[in-house]
């Protein structure tokens, strides 16, 4: 049974980049792919980007390329997502999840709020 | 790029009735890569359904889900004061991105 868990909460200025963790705990982690997925206050889901940690590979959505950069660090069963260029429209709870690349989003960990604020 | 509308972007009704969730994409979800979700505030999106209609693991019955290609529905047979919450759905089966409905809430009539 995988189980994610992510850091803290963060308040960032604007211009600046915040980095996300998430550590997996169960399962095999180099087997699986962790996505991550944002929701602002009061809106929807919106996919960023996931990778497969065994390979180091990732793929972004288009609106984020250039700002997005998802890592893993194996040794510690960890995925980052590490957003630049922090704009107030980035204020958002971040999450993680396992899958994505054909296959669903399951289970998601409990998220993190990012606050970009001046 | 496919795009997920979901409709109706509320529903109002009471406990015991049906409810009937649409999700209508711009183009063929292949293999019926289409899950669905539940979101309650404060809380992270739970899956419900995967592959259009399979339900996950500990999902009651009274939720199914039908469809293909571009028209997909969500229904819950008879509203729990639980069920009460925000519904998305989502496509996993393109090359990137992952795209999800912008989801329909489902609230107490």
């Known amino acids: 049974q995988v189980h994610l868990v992510q850091s803290g909460a963060e308040v960032k200025k604007p211009g600046s980049s915040v980095k996300v963790s998430c550590m997996s705990s169960?399962?095999?982690?180099?087997?699986?792919?962790i996505s991550w997925v944002r929701q602002a206050p009061g809106q929807g889901l919106e996919w960023m980007g996931k990778?497969?940690?065994?390979?180091?590979?990732?793929n972004y959505a288009q609106r984020f390329q250039g700002r997005v950069t998802i890592t893993a660090n194996t040794s510690t069963s960890t995925v980052y997502m590490e957003l630049s260029s922090l704009r107030s429209d980035d204020t958002a709870v971040y999450y993680c999840?396992?899958?994505?690349?054909?296959?669903?989003?399951?289970?998601w960990g409990l998220g993190t709020l990012v606050t970009v604020s001046s | 790029e496919i795009v997920l509308t979901q409709s109706p972007g509320t529903l109002s009704l009471s406990p015991g009735e049906r409810a009937t969730l649409s999700c209508r994409a711009s183009?063929?979800?292949?293999?019926?890569?289409l899950a669905w979700y539940q979101q309650k505030p404060g809380q992270a999106p739970r899956v419900l359904m995967t592959?259009?209609?399979s339900r996950a693991t500990g999902i009651p019955d009274r939720f199914s889900g039908s469809g293909s290609g571009t028209d997909f529905t969500l229904t819950i047979s008879r509203l729990e004061p639980e069920d009460f919450a925000v519904y998305y759905c989502?496509?996993?089966?393109?090359?990137?991105?992952?795209?999800f409905g912008g989801g329909t809430k489902v609230e107490i009539k």
């Open positions: 592959g259009a209609s």
């Open positions: 169960g399962g095999t982690f180099n087997s699986y792919t």
């Open positions: 999840a396992k899958g994505g690349g054909r296959v669903w989003l399951d289970p």
């Open positions: 990778i497969i940690p065994v390979l180091s590979i990732a």
């Open positions: 989502q496509q996993y089966g393109s090359a990137p991105p992952i795209t």
């Open positions: 183009q063929r979800v292949s293999s019926n890569y």
